[in-house]
């Protein structure tokens, strides 16, 4: 009886393990809050471009959900302002020359960084401070976010959060989702760490550093779509957008469009 009893406890236990790594390893689906639950189907952010340098469209479920969480993808149609924000998870060498264009041309942008970035770049995340650039978190490591459980979630926002604190002195408070890949539940939990969500409503092709040398085409593509309350999404591993972002800003002024900054954004 002893034996069987024993036997009996090594499966529940086996099947207890069983079911805990299951419930720890699943992919969470939705999220309970106050306000019920929240579906956490990955959605991939897009637009779709119109002619005449006006504002693209979104789609319902995208406009939708970042109306409900106040986010940042595109201003108001009546300003002509436009923002511009880059990404960067590491550095290639052109962020240097980024920031002088930036800095002569009196333009405040804002740059959302990876932990990768704050370990090997180090100088010029200061430099960016100093030149009141804005810094914005673009997570630890660059994951997608509805793949993570609540709390890996936290930890790869507020651990650069953190970081970025104890190193600069400086919090950050614009956060965009790797891979513009983002669910509801998601939105959620990034404004519940006080944290303002950035999307975009103006990028291209430029993160292959395989298709750089096209600055012509660089150049058509940004201003052939800028459009009032363009959030422009540029990445500062190319060498392309180093090159033009000068003749660009001074071009995109020549149609009447003034740089503002997140912090002066106009809902």
Known sequence: MKKFIGEISGFVLIIALITAWAFYSYEPKAVFTSAGVLSNQKIEWGVKRNENNEQPEFGKTNTELMEKYKCIYVGNKQDKYVYLTFDLGYEAG????????????????????????????????????????IIGNHTKNHKSLPSLSDDTLKEEVMKLHQVVYEKYGY???????????????????LQSYGYINVMWSLAYDDWDENKQGRTDYAKEKILSNIHPGAVILLHATSKDNTEILGEVIDKVRNMGYEFKSLEEFAY
């Open 94 to 133: 052109y962020t240097a020359k980024i920031l002088d264009t930036l800095k002569e041309k009196n333009v405040q942008a804002t740059f959302f960084i990876t932990a990768h970035y704050v370990n090997t770049a180090s100088e010029l995340i200061q430099r960016m401070i100093n030149e009141k650039q």
């Open 171 to 189: 919090e950050m408070k614009y956060i965009r989702p790797p891979k513009g890949e983002y669910s509801e539940r998601v939105l959620e939990l």
